[in-house]
Every structure is written in C-alpha cells, then in structure tokens.
Nanobody, 126 residues
C-alpha cells in the first residue's frame, strides 16, 4: 500500500490546515492509522491515531482540543484537522498504517506501523 500525504503548507499562528492521507494499491479499511510529526532536531512523535473502524482515537496532549483525526474508509483516506495552530506545531507530518489488520485497540508504539508516507511540511509562522 502506498500512502500519500497532502494539505501541508505555510500558515500563520491561529490558522487551520487539514491534512489528508490517501492510500493506493490496497484498502486501508482494516488497518489502524496514525499521524506522526518530526521537527528539526527532534524525534518523531505520535500526534494522533485511530483504529481501523474509527471506534477508538488518541490525540497527543500537546494537540488535544486543537487537532482531530478521522477517516473515510470508502475513500481510502485519513484526515487530520488542525486548528489554532502554533509555531511549535511546525514539523514534517507523516501518516502511517498499522502492520496488523483489525487490531483490537490502537497500536502501542510507532514500531507497530510498517507503512509510511513521505511526509508533508507544515510551517506555522508567529
């Protein structure tokens, strides 16, 4: 399966962006999915995750109340709605798919994701 992120760009603080992760080559309907980000000089961190059926979601504390993860399995796409963006949200954002299908619950760590997109840059200016 190939994952392609889109929707990144340059936005002023307080603005919004909506990232999309579109899959091709295989359905992602039965895979848990996640959004990660990596800022320069920092480790990759999980931003949000969603189970294959959308029944369980996780959002990192640093973005809680501002970011929302969702998915549309019929369109083979996952989304990350980002509101009230801050300069510290600046990073390359990656989407990833779980290595297991129909997992009960969310993947525990990034090691459990084995399909990754190339990333999309999000830059938030002060």
């Amino acid at each position: 399966v190939r994952l392609v992120e889109s929707g990144g760009g340059l936005v002023q603080a307080g603005g919004s962006l909506r990232l999309s992760c579109t899959a091709s080559g295989q359905s992602i309907s039965y895979y848990g999915m996640g959004w990660f980000r990596q800022a320069p000089g920092k480790e990759r961190e999980v931003v949000a995750a969603i189970t294959w059926n959308g029944g369980d979601r996780y959002v990192a504390e640093s973005v809680k109340g501002r970011f929302t993860i969702s998915r549309d399995n019929a369109k083979n796409t996952m989304f990350l709605q980002m509101n009230s963006l801050k300069p510290e949200d600046t990073a390359v954002y990656y989407c990833a798919a779980d290595q297991a299908q129909r997992r009960v619950g969310l993947p525990g760590t990034h090691y459990e994701y084995d399909k990754w997109g190339q990333g999309t840059q999000v830059t938030v200016s002060p």
